[in-house]
């Protein structure tokens, strides 16, 4: 099991760039995939973006491909998306989650056992 905290939300303008974190305690060598998702206001939850800790291959949602960068420092125990050129319709709450299961498209939440609180991004037109 791990424990996950985010940090690193906050508001912005339109455009503009946010770098969240998401700091792992616990058996971190447990997990075999690491992921960001995101979460708006009467939505679903959906992924963003997934990166295997051993090898660092990412998997992005097609929407988020070019928007966002997820990696990683295995030495930081530390999880990291960075979000460029900001929309508002990327306004949401944040979480990172790990699982045991490989990386694939196909994960959901379902996949994710270990989950963070949250941090909250707003992005204003």
């Known amino acids: 099991q791990v424990q996950l905290v985010e940090s690193g939300g906050g508001s912005v303008q339109a455009g503009g760039s946010l770098r969240l974190s998401c700091a792992v305690s616990g058996n971190w060598y447990s997990t075999y995939c690491m992921g960001w998702f995101r979460q708006a206001p009467g939505k679903e939850r959906e992924g963003v973006a997934f990166i295997a800790r051993t090898t660092g291959t990412t998997i992005y949602a097609d929407s988020m491909k070019g928007h966002f960068t997820i990696s990683q420092d295995s030495t930081k125990n530390t999880l990291y998306l960075q979000m460029n050129s900001l929309k508002p319709e990327d306004t949401a709450m944040y979480y990172c989650?790990?699982?045991?299961?490989?990386?694939?498209?196909?994960?959901?939440?379902?996949?994710?056992?270990?989950w963070g609180q949250g941090t909250q991004v707003t992005v204003s037109s």
């Open positions: 989650a790990a699982s045991r299961a490989y990386c694939n498209p196909a994960l959901s939440t379902a996949d994710f056992r270990s």
